[in-house]
């Protein structure tokens, strides 16, 4: 399933496996790189943007004001790691988020094809690519922020992890399976360790009855 485009880019932000965290979008080679394997987001841009620094830079402000806002929908449960202790200002984040989605002028368009059900579009006013892109992103976090899935959204609570991701079942803790094992290594490892078992082996995971 395609990653809706608010959670791919607050996705650019991840752990590399061993402690550390990766931004995707920390250089323009790079961001060009995560842009092209983005099938959701391209396919709500019209064109081909042309991501040089000014528009790696607009992307991360999106970015930015998407994480400073998840951070706020978690609360009180403590927000990703990763930049729990750089987010901007939840007005600052939205005056941002507003800007952006207010830079391309759209207008709702109703496809109706002979055979099959109706379809809601946009028409653009705009004609750069770069600006429909950031304005696209800027949408998708308005719409995900004030619709219904807002109230599915976790920071994973896995070791090292740094996710936001939708819960898609009840109890979902972890953003993936391997998260979750992860989890249950280091539990299993705490209490061991608080019980005194002299026993530990962390390289060992418990059985996860899968
Ligand atoms: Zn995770």
Same mark, same amino acid.
């Given at each position: 399933?395609?990653?809706?485009?608010?959670?791919?880019?607050?996705?650019? /932000?991840?752990?590399?496996?061993?402690?550390?965290?990766?931004?995707?979008?920390?250089?323009?080679? *790079?961001?060009?790189?995560?842009?092209?394997?983005?099938?959701?987001?391209?396919?709500?841009?019209?064109?081909?943007?042309?991501?040089?620094?000014?528009?790696?830079?607009? +992307?991360?402000?999106?970015?930015?004001?998407?994480?400073?806002?998840?951070? %706020?929908?978690?609360?009180?449960?403590?927000?990703?790691? #990763?930049?729990?202790?750089?987010?901007?200002?939840?007005?600052?984040?939205?005056?941002?988020?507003?800007?952006?989605?207010?830079?391309?002028?759209?207008?709702?368009?109703?496809?109706?094809?002979?055979?099959?059900?109706?379809?809601?579009?946009?028409?653009?006013?705009?004609?750069?690519?770069? +600006?429909?892109?950031?304005?696209?992103? #800027?949408?998708?976090?308005?719409?995900?922020?004030?619709?219904?899935?807002?109230?599915?959204?976790?920071?994973?609570?896995?070791?090292?992890?740094?996710?936001?991701?939708?819960?898609?079942? *009840?109890?979902?803790?972890?953003?993936?399976?391997?998260?979750?094992?992860?989890?249950?290594?280091?539990?299993?490892?705490?209490?061991? %360790? #608080?019980?005194?078992?002299?026993? /530990?082996?962390?390289?060992?995971?418990?059985?996860? *009855?899968?």
């Amino acid at each position: 399933m395609t990653e809706r485009p608010v959670m791919a880019l607050a996705g650019t /932000i991840r752990h590399d496996g061993d402690g550390g965290v990766l931004d995707d979008l920390d250089t323009v080679r *790079g961001a060009r790189r995560w842009l092209q394997q983005q099938p959701g987001i391209l396919a709500v841009v019209t064109g081909k943007p042309v991501l040089d620094e000014e528009l790696r830079e607009a +992307v991360v402000d999106v970015r930015r004001a998407v994480r400073a806002l998840f951070a %706020r929908v978690v609360s009180p449960a403590p927000p990703s790691p #990763a930049d729990a202790h750089r987010l901007l200002p939840v007005d600052e984040a939205l005056r941002l988020l507003n800007e952006a989605a207010a830079r391309e002028p759209v207008a709702p368009q109703l496809d109706w094809p002979a055979e099959g059900p109706p379809t809601a579009g946009l028409l653009s006013a705009e004609g750069e690519p770069g +600006v429909r892109l950031v304005a696209a992103l #800027a949408r998708d976090a308005v719409d995900f922020l004030s619709g219904p899935q807002r109230e599915h959204l976790r920071a994973c609570r896995a070791p090292r992890c740094v996710r936001y991701f939708v819960k898609s079942h *009840g109890r979902q803790e972890w953003c993936k399976p391997s998260c979750g094992n992860r989890a249950r290594v280091a539990r299993h490892y705490e209490r061991a %360790r #608080a019980t005194g078992s002299p026993r /530990i082996r962390p390289s060992a995971p418990p059985s996860t *009855g899968r």
